[in-house]
């Protein structure tokens, strides 16, 4: 995955992607809140290494899509009050398509999924 690296590029992905809402891991505005993407980028690039799920070696960017998928999938608001395990089995149904030709695994990155969508759905 190439890093987005700035805000405007992050706003026009957003954009393109909210006029294409069958696309897996659409990012779209909640109810009564938006995800700030520079803050979640930044927010894991400090603790991926802290997490229990994390394997010597990795890089961020080995944990990115991961992340992604996690927070923009908490952001729909078909899942606004949803637990990670009711939706868990649909999310893993779209990962190979939502990662493309990316060999990340189901199994290798559920839990930073997990994390990045308990984050934003069940804020602490």
């Keep these: ?5 700035t805000d405007e590029e992050m706003q026009r992905k957003i954009t393109a992607a909210q006029l294409d809402d069958t696309r897996p891991g659409v990012l779209v505005r909640m109810s009564s809140e938006t995800i700030n993407l520079s803050e979640e ?5 400090e603790k991926y290494k802290t997490r229990p ?3 010597e070696g ?3 960017d080995d944990y990115a899509l991961a992340f992604h ?5 908490a952001a729909k608001p078909e899942n606004a009050g949803r637990k990670f395990e009711e939706i868990e089995p ?3 149904r779209n ?8 060999k990340n695994t189901w199994q290798d990155f559920k839990d930073a999924i997990r994390d990045a ?8």
């Design 1 to 5: 995955m190439s890093e987005i690296k």
């Design 41 to 45: 980028e930044a927010y894991w690039k």
């Design 53 to 55: 799920y994390y394997n």
């Design 58 to 60: 990795r890089e961020y």
């Design 69 to 73: 998928y996690g927070w923009e999938s």
């Design 90 to 92: 649909e999310l893993e």
């Design 95 to 102: 990962w190979s398509s939502y990662i493309g030709s990316n």
């Design 117 to 124: 969508y308990d984050r934003i759905r069940w804020p602490k």
